[in-house]
């Protein structure tokens, strides 16, 4: 089991940056073999989205189309995940949480699905006033 705590949101100005943090740690003694960190987000009135993802330890990246050049996704040795927030907009308000997945020799060089990542943190809001 892996546990997943973000940190970093808060309400900034359109034009602001914010940086997320995404701190994982294991609740049991056995390590789970993560391979794909990922953020979400749940605006209102809107389906979640996949707003970026990393393929851990490789590096390989995807952004969704609102974000790519705003957002940065990365990580460190450490076990955490980033997310790199510039030039917000009003549309990036949402709760934004952070997903991880474990490997899986069947997705080969594919990203997870959304429904394919197995751990989920609780969730840090982001608002962006115009």
């Known amino acids: 089991q892996v546990h997943l705590v973000e940190s970093g949101g808060g309400s900034v100005q359109a034009g602001g940056s914010l940086r997320l943090s995404c701190a994982a740690s294991?609740?049991?003694?056995?390590?789970?073999?993560?391979?794909?960190m990922a953020w979400f987000r749940q605006s209102p009135g809107k389906q979640r989205e996949e707003v970026a993802a990393?393929?851990?330890?490789?590096?390989?990246t995807k952004y969704a189309n609102s974000v790519k050049g705003r957002f940065t996704i990365s990580e460190d040795n450490a076990k955490i995940t980033y997310l790199q927030m510039d030039s917000l907009v009003p549309e990036d308000t949402g709760m934004y949480y952070c997903?991880?997945?474990?490997?899986?020799?069947?997705?080969?060089?594919?990203?997870?699905?959304?429904?394919?990542?197995?751990?989920w943190g609780q969730g840090t809001q982001v608002t962006v006033s115009s």
């Open positions: 990393i393929y851990t330890g490789v590096g390989t």
């Open positions: 997903a991880a997945a474990r490997a899986w020799i069947g997705r080969g060089a594919n990203f997870p699905r959304p429904n394919e990542y197995n751990f």
């Open positions: 294991e609740a049991s003694p056995y390590t789970t073999n993560i391979d794909h």
